[in-house]
């Protein structure tokens, strides 16, 4: 059974750091590339970063130098890293897997960050 588990958001003041967890199983993780999206209210799913099967990385603008995504294989995990958070920060925090050789792409249940004071 796929699975894709997002942990970690919660309620954040601006200029603070979250850590976002999302763990995988039942797939080939080491395979897949690996993303977080988010979506705020009212407003579509965005991509945030990706990491690639091979390390590699992009980010969207908007959160570039102030996010960092990374991934350990071993633990079948990737992580977000967040600092200096934004309230425009503020939405629900989606992990996606790809593998574009099988057109195969798996999504987690969502976790929501808030950024306030």
Do not use: H
């Amino acid at each position: 059974q796929v699975q894709l588990v997002e942990s970690g958001g919660g309620l954040v003041q601006p200029g603070g750091s979250l850590r976002l967890s999302c763990a995988a199983s039942g797939f080939g993780f080491s395979s897949y590339a690996m993303s977080w999206y988010r979506q705020a209210p009212g407003k579509g799913r965005e991509l945030v970063a990706a990491i690639s099967a091979g390390g590699s990385t992009n980010y969207a603008d908007s959160v570039k130098g102030r996010f960092t995504i990374s991934r350990d294989n071993a633990k079948k995990t990737v992580y977000l890293q967040m600092n200096s958070l934004k309230p425009e920060d503020t939405a629900v925090y989606y992990c996606r897997a790809d593998r574009s050789s099988t057109y195969t792409t798996y999504w987690g249940q969502g976790t929501q960050v808030t950024v306030s004071s």
